[in-house]
Structures are given as C-alpha cells and as structure tokens.
C-alpha cells in the first residue's frame, strides 16, 4: 500500500473586489457630502479674518511710518463710490507717493463707521478723525460673523468678532 502525500497551497489573491471599491467610494462620498457646508462657512470665516487682519497690517504700517517719517500718512480707499467699500482695495501715501497698495479683496464688504475719503496717521501715530471699520460677507451666510475694526485713542487698531 502507497501512501501520497497532498499538500494543498493557498491560492493568493491580491487587491479588491469590485464591490468593495465601490462601497469605499459611496462611503466617502457621503462623507464629503456632509463635510462640505461646514468647510463652506470656514472658509467664509477665514475670509472675514483675512480682510480684517489685511485693514490691521495697513494701519500697523502707516502709523509706524507717519511716525517714523514724522509726517502725516494716508489710507486712501480705492473706491470713491458712496459709501465708500474699502475692499476695492486702498493706498498707503506720503505726500502723494504711494507706498503700499493693497489689492481688492474679493466677496467682502468692508465700510467705515465715518465715510472717511481717507484715514490719516498723524507725525505722533494718532489718527486725525476716528473711525471702525465693519468687515463682513458681500453675501450672508448663517455662522458667519462680521468682525469689528477699532482704532484706539494712541491709534493702535483691534479686532473683533461682531459688528461694531
């Protein structure tokens, strides 16, 4: 009697099924699905933050050359259109000469409490007429809040969420 021996290998297989590709797929589609209107509302958000952190850095800056110059400096929006939208962008100057500009900053509205034609830095770093500045969505969102520009007696600028 002959005894054989049979050892059966397992069969390798590699990759996926296409049913299971396909569940993945639907899986995160939902998921992008849901995610969506809240990243919607942050990036919305991040775009006030953004307009009103850009009006800061330009203050931050004419006050430190009207200080450092020590000579009047001015904010000019590009807007002459009433009342004035400050997110068509604006113009640092000296004098007439421009040393800064910044560019439009599209989808947001930014208007100033005073309707200022401009905002002037004095030689101290105060500004001659006060003034906030309301930064918010051309559109209205739900979660969204506009954020608040303040400028302080020294001239120092803050923001804040909220209106002003």
């Not at 209107?37 to 009103?52: E, N």
């Not at 203050?59 to 000019?76: H, L, P, Q, W």
């Amino acid at each position: 009697m002959s005894c054989r021996l049979t050892v059966k290998l397992p069969s390798l297989t590699s990759g996926f099924t296409l049913i299971e590709l396909m569940v993945t797929v639907l899986i995160g589609a939902i998921l992008a699905t849901l995610a969506a209107p809240s990243f919607r509302d942050y990036m919305a958000s991040q775009r006030v933050k953004d307009g009103s952190y850009d009006l800061i850095a330009t203050m931050i800056f004419a006050r430190s050359e009207a200080i450092k110059r020590n000579t009047s400096v001015d904010v000019v929006p590009a807007s002459t259109a009433s009342p004035k939208n400050w997110a068509g962008g604006w113009t640092i100057s000296v004098g007439g000469t421009a040393l800064r500009q910044q560019d439009p900053k599209s989808g947001l509205l930014i208007t100033d409490s005073g309707g200022l034609a401009k905002l002037t830095y004095t030689n101290d770093g105060r500004v001659a007429t006060a003034s906030n500045f309301t930064v918010d969505l051309t559109t209205s969102l739900s979660g969204v809040n506009p954020r608040c520009v303040t400028i302080d007696p020294s001239g120092a600028p803050n923001s804040k969420s909220g209106g002003c």
